[in-house]
């Protein structure tokens, strides 16, 4: 292997100076004629790729070197970038390469030295990445710097693959003289492409500034006509690119254009503690990045903007980036639809004198099935989902008062035993007030027992008299089914009214089942002749007469089974025959056989039990005989 060395008189001269010794042959001014062109392509054709892809072009033709490629200094680190290669193969693999690394003392030499380095036998010199130079065929490589004000701003590679001829002094000088050439226009190269690039950059703001003007007007005009923050949430998105989501000052989504699993991790984000102080801090012009993961890795990041809505912070608007950075344009459109939902909550709150009127609104538009676009709006402006699980409660006074039963009372009462989100009530035109109680998913007896637990102690807080009542309805799942359940309470109160005694305050639909339908179209007197026609031939004080009552008020509540009423009443299946046959010989009722008897006997039991002449179903021992 022969390396010609670096501190060789012939290689030592600094580069940019042509010897007196080189005879000008029309040498030099091929190199002149050369180095035109490439300023001629930079004038042309602004970029500095293109007018290093010609001088390395025109440095193949002019050394007769079978590749030649430049690399120039990154920026903010000492490694060299590939820019621009003629190559016999693929040129854009000068993009992906690096000099300057560890393994690359050839360029390290060039560097320290600010001279050329020439490598005679590259596959076996030590100096450059001996893979590189194996994997491109390379025999014989030069490396000349690229000098501006005595730095080593590029690299210059000539590169010998298929013959061996090797450079001489001559060749290295002039070689040097065109990096020299090629180095002076890099200044003016990098002023040019800064200065294209900021045209291009002010070309992109402009049209963002355009574009973020229009969609700004957009959701101005949205504003004027009326809108929701859900079509406020849309147009964002559909500007910008990117999912948008509306959310309260509890993080809970009143709006969103993204996937409904997306929700708790952005609840995360907006609720971890330094993301709460930065909020805290944020004026209502700026706009916070958040960032939000998924499962291990990082998945991008939220925009957030504040909502404020008299001088108090009602929630947040962000957009979900992933895949692209939000720009100033979509900062921009954040803001606007920060602002827009901010005007839509002014003008709410400049129909509604209060919150507190506004929630009853809600509330008196759903109990009349009025989901009209209004009701919807102001729902959502108010942060009331529509659809969720609730249960309705009619409260009134059992009887007349002075005092005038106040919806905003009731709902204290109940929000100060309820650890869920706050009710909504609405007085009606009798003097009533509707509750309406979101709870979780559950079983429907479920609900309705904790419901009426709920209601016992709401009424217990607010009401010292011992004078209101409630009747519950079944649970409903949809805002348009509201309106059914306020009809459906308003059957359960006439029961509590005319069936039961002063000591009962609650009753559910789920107490009354089917008869819910059916009582209520009877008074006290009706209820009274319902009895005795039904169970008139029992309605003693006897014990076997009361044992009879019992054992049918048992055997209905077992579906008529035979057995499992033995089992409960812990006596024989014969027993549990003869008594039903005993029921048919005092009253006519034949329970096994007629339905219309079973029916007509269930409610007469049930009349019993709202009287409190029975135990009430859940809280009776059933392998007990009532007193």
């Known amino acids: 292997m022969v390396v010609t060395p670096v501190a060789s008189p012939e290689l030592a001269m600094p580069t940019g100076l042509v010897s007196p010794e080189i005879p000008d042959d029309g040498g030099n001014a091929s190199l002149v004629e050369a180095f035109h062109d490439v300023a001629s392509v930079a004038a042309r054709q602004p970029g500095i790729e293109r007018a290093l892809r010609a001088a390395v072009a025109n440095a193949c033709e002019l050394f007769g070197v079978d590749r030649c490629s430049v690399f120039l200094r990154g920026s903010h680190s000492r490694l060299f970038h590939g820019v621009a290669a003629e190559t016999p193969g693929d040129r ?11 393994p690359d003392l050839m360029s390290q030499e060039i560097v320290a030295t600010g001279r050329p380095v020439l490598v005679r036998d590259a596959a076996s010199d030590g100096r450059p990445v001996r893979s590189t130079m194996v994997s491109l065929q390379v025999k014989e490589v030069l490396g000349v710097p690229l000098m501006l004000r005595r730095e080593v701003q590029g690299l210059l590679f000539l590169d010998l693959v298929g013959s061996h001829r090797g450079f001489d002094p001559v060749d290295t000088r002039r070689v040097c003289l065109y990096a020299d050439l090629v180095a002076g226009l890099l200044p003016g190269l990098h002023r040019i492409h800064d200065l294209h690039g900021a045209i291009q950059d002010l070309r992109i703001r402009a049209h963002e500034a355009t574009k973020a003007h229009s969609v700004l007007d957009d959701l101005a005009r949205l504003s004027r006509r009326g809108t929701t923050p859900q079509e406020i949430a849309t147009a964002a998105a559909d500007a910008a690119g990117h999912e948008c989501w509306v959310t309260d000052g509890a993080h809970r989504p009143i709006a969103h254009t993204g996937a409904h699993r997306d929700q708790g991790r952005i609840a995360r984000a907006l609720a971890h503690p330094a993301t709460i102080t930065a909020l805290r801090s944020l004026s209502d012009d700026e706009v916070l990045d958040v960032p939000i993961a998924s499962g291990a890795t990082d998945s991008g990041g939220l925009v957030v903007a504040p909502i404020s809505v008299q001088e108090r912070r009602w ?12 720009t100033s344009q979509d900062q921009a459109i954040l803001l606007g639809a920060a602002h827009a939902i901010a005007v839509e909550l002014r003008v709410e709150a400049g129909s509604a004198a209060t919150t507190s009127e506004g929630r009853q609104q809600v509330a008196r538009a759903l109990i009349e099935g009025n989901l009209d676009t209004a009701t919807r709006r102001r729902a959502a402006l108010h942060s009331i989902p529509l659809d969720r699980h609730r249960v309705l409660c009619l409260v009134t006074q059992r009887h007349e008062s002075s005092i005038r039963l106040e919806a905003h009372d009731i709902a204290q009462a109940f929000d100060a035993v309820h650890d869920g989100p706050p009710v909504l009530t609405t007085p009606t035109a009798d003097g009533s007030v509707v509750v309406l109680v979101d709870l979780d998913s559950d079983t429907p007896a479920a609900v309705a027992a904790r419901v009426r637990t709920l209601a016992t102690a709401a009424l217990r807080a607010a009401d010292a008299d011992d004078n209101l009542i409630a009747a519950v309805a079944s649970p409903v799942r949809t805002a348009d089914a509201i309106a059914r359940a306020h009809t459906e309470s308003e059957r359960v109160m006439h029961c509590l009214r005319q069936l039961c005694p002063d000591s009962t305050r609650v009753l559910s639909a789920d107490e009354l089942g089917f008869a819910c339908v059916l009582l209520p179209t009877i008074d006290r007197t009706g209820a009274d002749l319902q009895v005795h026609r039904t169970l008139g031939g029992l309605l003693s004080d006897e014990p076997r007469d009361r044992e009879l009552i019992h054992t049918a008020d048992v055997f209905l509540r077992h579906a008529r089974n035979v057995r499992d009423t033995a089992r ?12 039903l046959g005993r029921i048919h010989d005092l009253t006519g009722l034949d329970l096994t056989g007629s339905a219309d008897d079973q029916v007509s006997c269930q409610l007469a039991l049930l009349i019993l039990r709202l009287r409190g002449q029975l135990p009430p179903t859940e809280a009776r021992d059933e392998h007990a005989v009532p007193a």
Not at 569 to 574: G, K, S
Request: one cysteine or more; hydrophobic letters at 40%.
């Open 92 to 102: 854009s693999i000068v993009h992906r390469m690096l000099c300057g690394v560890a």
């Open 315 to 326: 929630g947040h608007v962000s957009f979900v980036c992933e895949g692209r950075q939000a």
């Open 568 to 579: 409960a009443l812990t006596v024989h299946e014969n027993t549990v025959r003869y008594r």
